[in-house]
């Protein structure tokens, strides 16, 4: 890490982390009692709330997609290049919100989190998430920030799959919404065995 921050940086960030008490109902057909859910957040929300877009990420990415968490990290987050002061995803204007996923294990709620039910971690008992699964819990988060619609869903690869999910099943909640480099549709649990 330099001695400095890039200009063109968020900064120094924080994950934060927002715990929901209402049972989530899973497509497998199981429910989470309560989870958490870990974020950052880079640049500032306005007054009517219509500037945050949401980043959801990739099957190998995290919440941490910009900045750095303290002057001895090594790299930044996975999308520094797009994230920040005067880049595409310029925090100047934009208030944006990047989750970690549930069953992700760098932070959110997932096999090694305790399972209240045997008071202890899940474990390979964590339930199966889907795409719609996640959508639902990123749709949770946005009504605890205060976020009725994004101006913007962006992801790529699974993190696509979840903008298009977004997209499908709330369409009033976005303006616009970024797919990259993702399959044409999602597969539900029926086609996972098989």
Request: aromatic fraction near 8%; charge should be negative.
């Amino acid at each position: 890490m330099p001695d400095t921050l890039p200009a063109d940086s968020v900064g120094l960030v924080e994950p934060q982390k927002l715990a929901f008490d209402t049972p989530l109902a899973l497509d497998c057909g199981r429910n989470l009692p309560g989870y958490e859910l870990v974020y950052e957040t880079y640049g500032k929300l306005n007054a009517d709330a219509s500037n945050a877009i949401l980043i959801c990420h990739a099957l190998s990415g995290d919440h941490h997609a910009a900045g750095y968490h303290s002057m001895d990290d090594r790299k930044p987050g996975w999308w520094e290049s797009c994230i920040g002061p005067g880049k595409p995803i310029d925090t100047n204007h934009f208030f944006v919100v990047s989750p970690n996923n549930l069953g992700g294990c760098k932070g959110s709620t997932g096999p090694m989190s305790i399972n209240p039910e045997k008071n202890k971690p899940y474990g390979p008992d964590f339930p199966i998430v889907t795409v719609k699964d996640w959508v639902r819990s990123q749709a949770r988060l946005a009504d605890a920030l205060g976020i009725e619609q994004w101006a913007a869903v962006i992801g790529g690869s699974l993190g696509g799959m979840q903008a298009m999910q977004w997209a499908i099943d709330y369409p009033q909640r976005l303006r616009h919404c970024v797919v990259i480099a993702c399959g044409a549709k999602t597969l539900g649990p029926e086609h996972w065995l098989q």
